[in-house]
């Protein structure tokens, strides 16, 4: 009631969770998809 | 032989010059801050706060745009690989700090800790869509598929950070304001922005013509970004819940370091996950474009 938040630790683990789980997440499918394209080219390259 | 070792040396030459920026930039911005409020010793030359800040953020742009510019797609990650591994390190140093060195705010007490990561988020998600923008303009007048790949590789990282945006300050609004979610200028702005590129990247799915794509999401890209300038202003213009701009002036400085090292942190990432995200546009573009492979001779016997 004094204007000042008490606690909150729960919110501050949230907030990082979600930022390393979106992160990693997105890094995962780009290399990901990074890795098909390449092996796409190489049995491109096979097939010439 | 020559020519290899020329383009070796050439590449040498632009990583110096985007490292030499970035240690500018994290001199002034997490280098010399700590020298000060732990040591005791100003190594900031003398500067004042706000133009350490400015010249810290000038350098580290300038390097990642510079890294980005002078990036081929059609070349090996390994520039994209070192500045992940460098985000990643100095995400992991700047939470550290934010969750447990830093001191709790005044007010806010423990839930300020979300500014370490939402504001480093917002800035470079603004970042990602610019470039996207430049992009699309340079595209326009060159035709040159190579931003057509950038582009739509920054435009994905931009709208993934608006998205973590969104998702952080929902946390830090239900304890602050009371609610996860508020149709407020900034807030919709924010939304709006996001739902404009998701539209683009949907659009870039559904047109099959790589012509058609580039030209139709470069306009489009160009429009959309119409919301960054009104993103970024909203707080000023109409009256809102989200609070304003600070300056280095109006943050004390021990959130100062936290807070930097997490900005350098998503800083790389963006730039490392853009150079990654522009390889995969690149590769995709060369597989439609390429002509059908060769038939074996079986197969043309089977045709006829």
Request: proline share 4%; hydrophobic share 55%; aromatic share 12%.
């Amino acid at each position: 009631m004094r204007g000042v938040v008490s606690g909150g630790w729960a919110y501050v683990w949230a907030a990082y969770t979600v930022t390393a789980t979106i992160l990693v997440v997105y890094g995962v499918s780009v290399i990901t998809r990074l890795r098909d394209e390449w092996s796409r080219q190489a049995k491109g390259r096979q097939a010439q | 032989m020559g020519d290899q070792s020329q383009v070796s040396k050439h590449a040498a030459a632009q990583g110096a010059v985007a490292a030499g920026l970035f240690f500018v930039g994290l001199y002034f911005s997490v280098i010399a801050p700590i020298a000060e409020d732990y040591g005791g010793v100003n190594i900031a030359f003398g500067l004042p706060l706000g133009v350490r800040a400015s010249l810290a953020a000038i350098c580290g742009v300038a390097g990642a745009i510079f890294l980005l510019i002078v990036d081929d797609p059609k070349s090996r990650a390994r520039r994209a690989a070192i500045l992940v591994g460098a985000g990643l390190v100095l995400l992991l140093l700047g939470s550290y700090w934010g969750l447990f060195i830093a001191p709790p705010e005044t007010y806010m007490g423990q839930v300020q800790r979300i500014m370490y990561v939402h504001v480093p988020t917002a800035w470079n998600a603004l970042l990602a869509i610019t470039f996207g923008f430049g992009c699309a303009i340079v595209f326009l007048f060159k035709g040159d598929f190579r931003w057509d790949a950038y582009m739509e590789s920054s435009i994905e990282v931009g709208t993934v950070l608006g998205f973590l945006l969104c998702c952080q300050g929902a946390i830090w609004a239900k304890p602050t304001w009371g609610v996860w979610w508020d149709w407020d200028p900034r807030l919709t702005t924010t939304a709006v922005l996001i739902f404009a590129f998701l539209g683009i990247l949907a659009l870039r799915n559904f047109v099959e013509d790589p012509v058609k794509r580039a030209i139709w999401s470069s306009v489009a890209t160009i429009i959309a970004y119409v919301d960054v300038p009104i993103v970024f202003y909203s707080v000023k213009w109409w009256n809102s819940l989200h609070q304003q701009q600070s300056t280095p002036n109006t943050v004390s400085s021990v959130f100062h370091i936290p807070l930097r090292l997490n900005a350098f942190a998503v800083l790389f990432l963006m730039t490392g996950f853009i150079m990654l995200r522009a390889r995969v546009a690149a590769l995709r573009l060369s597989h439609e474009i390429a002509p059908p492979p060769l038939l074996s001779a079986e197969e043309v016997g089977e045709l006829a």
